[in-house]
């Protein structure tokens, strides 16, 4: 008796979703749009992509390659980021008349848009930085000295005199926490994490204002100039991806459209807070260390105040990078006598 082999049916494999003919397909359109772009701004007489936006994207790409280590995680992102900007050329609501060159001028910060947010997304724990007693006590010192130079410490304005004297409550909690070996409770390292927030958010807005009001490097006079303002913006697209972060880290705390103080919202205010105070070390700060800080930067202030060596904003970022640079060079030197 013979038996019968039952042939099993093979299922043939399923293809998966191909992307290759999208990705073309938008490849190709995108580079159609591209040379639609360099022809318009070869053709109109006014400037409407300024080389100063080229050295804005590439301090940004620069920081985000130190940030990563891996160059093709950058070109990914930077791609993904361009394909997305071609967004910037759909309509808006309120457009009547569609004007294809003012689309132009807001192209290239839609691309740097994206590429911050993918930036920030994927890097948060790089990206979002350490916190110190120290570093908070040069930044209460610094904001006293932007509020003193600004004049506004004269205003007759009840909101200015009020938001003035909050500043200077915090700033005083800031120095008492740098000169004392009380404990960080969470409390502490979430307020002096959100006073230190509120700080950078205030100076990178003035210094962007300022950068941003600068002649453009095609009218400049001579090289140094152009180079000079170039390397503003250079620099301010290093700093775009932390400034990004600590916008982001303040807004948190508004509720949105869809989470108006509902559980979503306070779901989303507990993890802030958390990141707000995981940021900020334990570590007390050396009192030696905090008075020569407070005579430092006082000092450099009142100076740059009373002969006005540089703009404010300037002498205080200089200080910002001085200082911590010397207190490393410091402790360099001690531990090799040791």
């Known amino acids: 008796m013979t038996t019968e082999k039952k042939s099993k049916k093979v299922k043939p494999k399923s293809k998966g979703f191909d992307l290759k003919p999208y990705i073309i397909s938008v490849g190709f359109l995108s580079l159609i749009l591209l040379f639609f772009i360099s022809h318009r701004m070869y053709i109109t007489e006014r400037i409407l992509i300024p080389i100063s936006i080229f050295a804005l994207i590439a301090g940004a790409v620069f920081e985000a390659k130190r940030i990563t280590e891996k160059w093709w995680i950058v070109i990914s992102t930077t791609l993904i980021s361009f394909f997305l900007s071609f967004l910037a050329f759909l309509p808006g609501k309120r457009e009547h008349n569609y004007n294809f060159e003012n689309h132009i001028e807001i192209w290239p910060y839609y691309f740097l848009f994206f590429f911050l947010i993918f930036t920030i997304s994927f890097n948060k724990d790089k990206v979002i930085p350490k916190l110190t007693e120290g570093i908070t006590l040069i930044q209460s010192i610094a904001i006293i000295y932007w509020v003193v130079d600004f004049g506004l410490i004269i205003s ?96 948190g705390f508004l509720p949105g459209k869809g989470t108006f103080f509902n559980q979503q919202y306070f779901k989303e205010l507990k993890e802030l807070k958390s990141e707000h105070i995981k940021r900020y070390s334990m570590e007390q700060t050396n009192v030696l260390y905090s008075m020569f800080c407070i005579v430092f930067t006082s000092g450099i202030f009142y100076l740059n105040f009373h002969y006005k060596v540089v703009p404010k904003h300037i002498a205080i970022w200089i200080v910002f990078v001085i200082f911590p640079f010397g207190i490393y060079i410091y402790e360099y030197l001690t531990k090799k006598k040791h």
């Open 156 to 251: 007759d304005s009840r909101f200015l005199i009020i938001l003035i004297s909050l500043g200077l409550l915090f700033s005083a909690f800031s120095i008492f926490h740098a000169f004392t070996h009380i404990d960080l409770t969470r409390t502490s390292r979430l307020t002096l994490s959100i006073w230190s927030t509120i700080i950078f958010v205030l100076l990178a807005t003035e210094n962007i204002i300022r950068i941003f009001h600068n002649e453009q490097i095609e009218n400049t006079e001579d090289i140094t100039s152009g180079l000079y303002i170039g390397l503003q913006y250079f620099l301010l697209g290093i700093s775009s991806v932390y400034i990004a972060q600590n916008y982001f880290m303040l807004i």
